[in-house]
């Protein structure tokens, strides 16, 4: 058997096989930062930077989590999830002039959804340097990583 599940005995992509598993819940969150130039930051801090879009952090909340429902879609060889809880939180950090996003999903199902959770964070770390990129492009997006997992063979925290 392969070690990369992902591969067949032969090197070739498959999809790896769940139905025999049963389904738990499972739940995973995932971060992004966009650390921003102090001019860009301080609009966002004080609220009024509406684009032609929209409010920068709403979008941004809402394309994260309609990219996590659609995590099968743009990653090969994942599960379609029908995801039980999507959440987008983006928290400022004044010192840095930076954003936190955090993707919290949940599911339950045969397989986890870390994917989705990093899927989420990714995306509306994007949409906010789309929103931002006519002010400046020394946005910079960073720290894309799995925070924590449960549920399925193990758990996993990084905090």
């Known amino acids: 058997m392969s070690k990369w599940n992902h591969l067949d005995k ?5 999809m790896v096989d769940v139905s025999d598993k049963t389904p738990t819940t499972r739940i995973a969150e995932a971060q992004s ?11 966002l801090q ?11 952090l709403q979008t ?3 394309a994260g989590i309609m990219a ?6 743009l990653i090969p060889l994942c599960h379609p999830l029908t995801l039980n ?3 987008v939180d983006i928290t400022m950090n004044d010192a840095e002039h930076s954003l936190t996003i ?17 899927t989420g964070a990714s995306v509306a770390a994007l949409t906010i340097y789309d929103m931002c990129k006519a002010h400046s492009h020394d946005i910079l997006i960073t720290d894309t990583r ?13 905090t």
């Not at 032969?10 to 498959?14: K, L, Y």
């Not at 930062?33 to 609009?43: G, H, Q, S, T």
């Not at 955090?102 to 990093?118: H, P, Q, S």
């Not at 799995?146 to 990084?158: A, E, I, V, W, Y």
Request: proline share 3%; net charge positive.
């Open 10 to 14: 032969d090197g070739n992509p498959q």
């Open 33 to 43: 930062k966009v650390l921003l130039p102090a001019e860009v930051y301080e609009k």
């Open 46 to 56: 004080a609220g009024s930077f509406i684009t032609k879009k929209g409010s920068v």
């Open 60 to 62: 941004a909340i809402l």
């Open 68 to 73: 996590s429902k659609k995590t099968s879609e």
């Open 85 to 87: 809880k999507c959440n």
């Open 102 to 118: 955090i993707c919290t999903v949940k599911v339950d199902g045969k397989t986890g959804v870390e994917m989705e959770a990093l």
């Open 146 to 158: 799995l925070m924590q997992k449960r549920g399925g063979k193990s758990d996993f925290n990084r």
